[in-house]
């Protein structure tokens, strides 16, 4: 199992190409296409997954791109389908983005699905708050978050959808509960883990 993280885009958002026998899961697609893709053929990897943690637009802007020139399955939360396909929702239209064209999921995800990569499992939690269909996907002792926990902090809940409420019932009772030792890898910044978050993140 190996981990590329990739922080190029004009966003700040981290991209992780997850790799495990020859397949590799690419998770939010917000960094330049012809660098996520230098990344995949330097290593001679197959895309089998192009997961999107939400639907904003500094997480999916590659993505369609990155569908058509390396395939691979796109995935997202059936409850962020709407939001990930309107540009006011997603944020595009305000970021100047509205020339953005996304290519359609390919399968939409629910709580608890289960995706394989090589001989490991990825398990899909619903982790609402942020937006409706935000997920984080957790692989071994890896948990990826999107822009739900951040290193002391968490995603902001004042665009469409958002709940702070929400945001803290999930961070608090879906991953919290989580092994100490999981290393959190969220959409922008450093990661961190869920111990030291639990200890000290000042907005849970």
């Known amino acids: 199992m190996s981990l590329t993280i990739l922080t190029k885009g004009m966003f700040g958002s981290n991209t992780y190409i997850l790799e495990n026998q020859g397949e590799c899961a690419v998770i939010d697609c917000g960094n330049p296409t012809e660098s996520i893709v230098s990344v995949l053929k330097d290593k001679g990897l197959k895309v ?6 939400h639907g904003h637009v ?23 389908a709407d939001l990930y396909f309107d540009k006011d929702a997603n944020c595009s239209r305000f970021l100047g983005r509205e020339e953005l064209v996304l290519a359609n999921p390919d399968k939409l995800l629910k709580d608890g699905d289960i995706l394989t990569l090589g001989d490991k499992e990825l398990k899909i939690i619903h982790t609402p708050g942020h937006s409706p269909g935000s997920i984080s996907i957790l692989c071994d002792n890896m948990l990826f978050t999107g822009d739900t926990l951040f290193a002391m902090s968490v995603g902001r809940t004042d665009l ?3 709940s702070m409420k929400q945001l803290v019932e999930s961070i608090r009772d879906r991953l919290f509960v989580l092994d100490g030792n999981t290393v959190v890898y969220p ?6 883990t869920i111990e030291y978050e639990r200890e000290h993140n000042p907005y849970v």
């Open 48 to 53: 089998k997954y192009i997961i999107l943690t």
């Open 160 to 162: 469409y959808g958002g």
């Open 187 to 192: 959409g922008h910044g450093p990661s961190t």
């Open 58 to 80: 500094d997480h999916i802007l590659n993505a369609g791109k990155l569908k058509e020139a390396l395939g691979g399955s796109l995935l997202l939360h059936e409850d962020e």
